[in-house]
Nanobody, 120 residues
């Protein structure tokens, strides 16, 4: 029922800001009680949680990335957006958006993911 779609540039230059938008279909991102999350997977590596924004707009981030991370939302467009500043090649990854249930903290819906390469 719920579908998520990532969008944004597939190539970002070092030191620039990576911006990705997740469009959610089938449910309002302001609906109680869900969190909207960003997760990434570098090539050959495991999944790494980036952060989330709750149904009410509260933010929470991975401490290793918090200083460079911002998540915002546009409820009128049913979208939430990731901004990761000062990127380096180590930020190259497949980026996923997803929905988190506040009852058990599982990701119950995922986008298909989008590869973002950081290269000059």
């Amino acid at each position: 029922q719920v579908q998520l779609q990532e969008s944004g540039p597939g190539l970002v230059k070092p030191s620039q800001t990576l911006t990705l938008t997740c469009t959610v279909f089938g449910e309002s991102i302001a609906a109680d009680y869900y969190y909207w999350t960003w997760i990434r997977q570098p090539p050959g590596k495991g999944l790494e949680w980036i952060g989330y924004i709750t149904y009410s707009g509260t933010l929470h981030f991975n401490p290793f990335l918090e200083s460079r991370t911002s998540i915002s939302r546009d409820t009128s467009k049913n979208q939430f957006t990731l901004k990761l500043s000062a990127v380096t090649p180590e930020d190259t990854a497949v980026y996923y958006c997803g929905r988190v249930s506040s009852w058990d903290y599982t990701v119950d819906y995922w986008g298909k993911g989008t590869l973002v390469s950081v290269s000059s």
